[in-house]
């Protein structure tokens, strides 16, 4: 089958001046290949600086790879010109954190969900009138006739990630890059726009990227997880296995913090991964090392770990493992 989204050993690079002669390569992505199938989510989880914003940017093609290539139905979409990628454009839509940013405050909902299809010349003022109708009605913004007067200061945070999730179903996209969607909606929401994206998955045969720092998140909604460590991917394989049966010892620590809803965690004790005290060079060495429990001297230290296949579709880059 043609992936919808095929990433091969894609690795980011950016420059920064620290110094006025000095100039640091920050690599925040380093040799992912990832494969995403139509119709299926793939959850990209990691925390804070690990490379899920630059791979999510990568996947929408918004930024161009140091090296690799990005391949879309099986085109090479890599170094494609910007004025030949109108229908990746199209097909290919983003939703992202915020809400309050991702809405023009002088459109009214109306307005916002137009725009893209008057951009890529679809239908005319009545059949656009009617798109945009419905798609409020299958993000669940009812009645539809009466959002698409108002405007962006009138609604939740919910509301609003709503709108975006229509403007972006509106142009019948193949897949959605999703980067934390949920993250600044309030809990009593998230569960519903997650929902919400597994209905419209079902409806429309619809891909995810979902890239989210909260694994248990990832663990509901996504078919296949690869949890990402300092640009790496340091597990990878079908989301409630690697849920269940953590692999990596940074997963393990992952998933040991997912705080559970039980009054005998009050005299228990968690342990928590330590923070980073040194940085070490992890182009021949475990880059998780420093933090690790289970690091070896002499193993860890010395071998830069590749993603190994353990169980089947189960990957893991851990030589401890
Ligand atoms: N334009 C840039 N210039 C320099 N460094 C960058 C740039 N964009 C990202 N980085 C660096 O790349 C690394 C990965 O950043 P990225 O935003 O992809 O991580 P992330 O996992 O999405 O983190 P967060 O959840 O905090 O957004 C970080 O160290 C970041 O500082």
């Known amino acids: 089958m043609t992936a919808a989204l095929e990433l091969k050993n894609i690795t980011m690079e950016f420059q920064s001046r620290k110094h006025m002669f000095r100039v640091d390569v920050v690599r925040a992505v380093d040799d992912v290949s990832l494969r995403l199938n139509q119709g299926e989510t793939l959850g990209i989880v990691g925390e804070s600086g690990s490379g899920k914003t630059t791979l999510a940017r990568i996947a929408l093609r918004l930024q161009k790879p140091t090296s690799g290539t990005i391949s ?10 910007e004025n030949k990628l109108g229908h990746f454009r199209r097909k290919v839509q983003g939703i992202f954190q915020d809400p309050f940013a991702a809405l023009d405050p002088f459109m009214n909902i109306g307005q916002i969900l137009e725009e ?5 010349h679809l239908g005319n003022s009545g059949e656009r009138n009617s798109a945009i109708e419905s798609a409020l009605a299958e ?5 539809a006739r009466q959002f698409v007067t108002k405007y962006t200061h009138l609604l939740s945070g919910g509301q609003r990630q709503r709108v975006a999730i229509a403007r972006a179903l509106l142009l019948k996209p193949d897949y959605i890059v999703a980067d934390e969607p949920v993250s600044m909606i309030d809990a009593s929401s998230r569960a519903e726009i997650l ?17 989210t720092h909260d694994i248990a998140t990832a663990g509901y909604f996504c078919r296949q997880v690869a949890v990402m460590y300092l640009g790496r991917v340091v597990e990878y394989g079908p989301a409630r296995e690697v849920i269940c049966s953590p692999k990596h010892p940074y997963t393990i620590n992952l998933i040991a913090a997912i705080p559970t809803p039980d009054p005998q965690n009050r005299f228990r004790e968690r342990s928590v991964i330590p923070l980073e005290t040194v940085t070490v060079d992890s182009e021949s060495c475990c880059a998780f090392m420093p933090r690790c429990d289970r690091a070896l001297e002499g193993e860890c230290d010395c071998v830069k770990p590749v993603l190994r296949e ?3 579709g189960h990957f893991v880059a851990c030589t401890r493992v």
């Open 116 to 120: 893209p299809l008057i951009i890529h």
């Open 139 to 143: 993000v669940k913004l009812n009645p």
């Open 72 to 81: 879309y139905l099986g085109y090479d979409i890599t170094f494609t010109s």
């Open 195 to 211: 929902s919400l994206f597994a209905e419209l998955q079902n409806n429309h045969n619809l891909g995810f990227l979902y890239i």
């Open 310 to 312: 353990i169980d089947p």
